[in-house]
């Protein structure tokens, strides 16, 4: 069964930076996309951004230019660099696996984590 674990969240002031990973278990993750996810209070679970299994990669607007998706197969883990945090980027955060970015996510989450921008 596909497992995730999602970690690196935490406090930190708009402007700031975090490094999150995804740890996937239970399947090999070079032949799936795998997408991050986040859900703020209130809202629904809106997409992030996407990593395919060929390296092409997918992000939101809202992050452009601010988040970075990279995957290192050998380590069966996803990584997702935030810098210059906004306090709207406050969410708990997500990762799961795809067929591809163009398809809707696998139904496998993880606990997710937290993620809280402000001063």
């Known amino acids: 069964q596909l497992q995730f674990v999602e970690s690196g969240g935490g406090l930190v002031q708009p402007g700031g930076s975090l490094r999150l990973s995804c740890a996937a278990s239970?399947?090999?993750?070079?032949?799936?996309?795998i997408g991050w996810f986040r859900q703020a209070p209130g809202k629904e679970r809106e997409g992030v951004s996407c990593?395919?299994?060929?390296?092409?990669?997918t992000i939101a607007d809202s992050v452009k230019g601010r988040f970075t998706i990279s995957r290192d197969n050998a380590k069966n883990t996803v990584y997702l660099q935030m810098n210059s945090l906004k306090p709207e980027d406050t969410a708990v955060y997500y990762c799961?696996?795809?067929?591809?970015?163009?398809?809707?996510?696998?139904?496998?989450w993880g606990q997710g984590t937290q993620v809280t921008v402000s001063s």
């Open positions: 239970g399947f090999t993750m070079d032949s799936y996309a």
């Open positions: 799961t696996a795809r067929r591809t970015c163009r398809t809707p996510p696998l139904d496998y």
């Open positions: 990593i395919h299994s060929s390296g092409l990669r």
